[in-house]
């Protein structure tokens, strides 16, 4: 996956307590879960089965593979790989065509970037999908891309977190995972998140978030800066003072 994976050049840590945030894509930076849902609902109903919002909401933040097992089990007679080609690629058409932006996450990935804190997509979306919606933000907002082609286990699993968490260790000398911001929507996310070590920050969308005292919550991104990020790390990191 050369386009998703640059060569690592070191780079120095951020100064202040925030390292590196590492970012959802679909319903945190972009608003495409009505296209996934409705891709899912076509397919379904191609081969005269029934699927309804209830189940499709159930996939959010899901790996692929999962996915695709639960419209087998609603009577898609695809393989795994065929039904999950067949997803991207009504979403990635959709999205050529346009791209639903979630509040303030463009301003808040551009505002990271002056400040020089590196940002990695961790998506389940595979590549041909992320890249679609990496090639219009600006040339270097994310560091690398992993998606979910690039794992064993997606999430809830903590590989994709920790498979980003490494690479950019070996990027960023001191990389720390009580420094670094996972911000995710979804349950499938914020637990992958948080079982690879990471400050977790949960920013519903589609659907509620449970109470959990282990991570932080926001309702929105819109108005957020990277200050904000920081304060979430200080506040994780019990008596430290940066």
Same mark, same amino acid.
């Given at each position: 996956?050369?386009?998703?994976?640059?060569?690592?050049?070191?780079?120095?840590?951020?100064?202040?307590?925030?390292?590196?945030?590492?970012?959802?894509?679909?319903?945190?930076?972009?608003?495409?879960?009505?296209?996934?849902?409705?891709?899912?609902?076509?397919?379904?109903?191609?081969?005269?089965?029934?699927?309804?919002?209830?189940?499709?909401?159930?996939?959010?933040?899901?790996?692929?593979?999962?996915?695709?097992?639960?419209?087998?089990?609603?009577?898609?007679?695809?393989?795994?790989?065929?039904?999950?080609?067949?997803?991207?690629?009504?979403?990635?058409?959709?999205?050529?065509?346009?791209?639903?932006?979630?509040?303030?996450?463009?301003?808040?990935?551009?505002?990271?970037?002056?400040?020089?804190?590196?940002?990695?997509?961790?998506?389940?979306?595979?590549?041909?999908?992320?890249?679609?919606?990496?090639?219009?933000?600006?040339?270097?907002?994310?560091?690398?891309?992993?998606?979910?082609?690039?794992?064993?286990?997606?999430?809830?699993?903590?590989?994709?977190?920790?498979?980003?968490?490494?690479?950019?260790?070996?990027?960023?000398?001191? #990389?720390?995972? +009580?420094?670094?911001?996972?911000?995710?929507?979804? &349950?499938? =996310?914020? *637990?992958? !998140?948080?079982? /690879?070590? $990471?400050?977790?920050?949960?920013?519903?969308?589609?659907?509620? #978030?449970?109470? +959990?005292?282990?991570?932080?919550?926001?309702?929105? &991104?819109? =108005?957020? *800066?990277? !200050?904000?990020? /920081?304060? $979430?790390?200080?506040?994780?990191?019990?008596?430290?003072?940066?």
């Amino acid at each position: 996956m050369s386009s998703t994976a640059p060569a690592p050049q070191e780079t120095e840590p951020a100064n202040g307590p925030l390292q590196a945030v590492l970012w959802d894509m679909d319903g945190t930076i972009v608003d495409t879960e009505p296209y996934w849902i409705q891709a899912e609902k076509d397919l379904v109903h191609s081969y005269g089965g029934s699927w309804t919002t209830s189940d499709a909401e159930a996939m959010i933040g899901q790996a692929l593979t999962f996915s695709a097992g639960l419209l087998q089990s609603a009577g898609v007679p695809l393989t795994v790989r065929e039904i999950i080609d067949h997803l991207i690629s009504r979403v990635a058409e959709q999205v050529r065509r346009e791209v639903p932006w979630r509040p303030g996450a463009r301003e808040l990935l551009a505002e990271l970037a002056g400040a020089g804190i590196p940002c990695v997509l961790v998506t389940m979306s595979e590549a041909v999908l992320a890249e679609e919606v990496s090639k219009r933000l600006p040339a270097g907002t994310f560091s690398f891309l992993v998606t979910g082609d690039m794992v064993q286990q997606g999430k809830p699993h903590p590989e994709p977190y920790q498979l980003a968490f490494d690479r950019l260790a070996a990027q960023v000398p001191g #990389l720390s995972k +009580d420094r670094v911001v996972a911000i995710e929507d979804s &349950l499938p =996310g914020v *637990t992958s !998140a948080r079982a /690879a070590g $990471l400050v977790t920050l949960g920013v519903p969308h589609f659907l509620p #978030l449970p109470p +959990d005292e282990g991570r932080h919550e926001w309702e929105t &991104l819109a =108005g957020k *800066t990277a !200050a904000d990020l /920081a304060s $979430l790390v200080s506040a994780s990191v019990s008596g430290a003072a940066w």
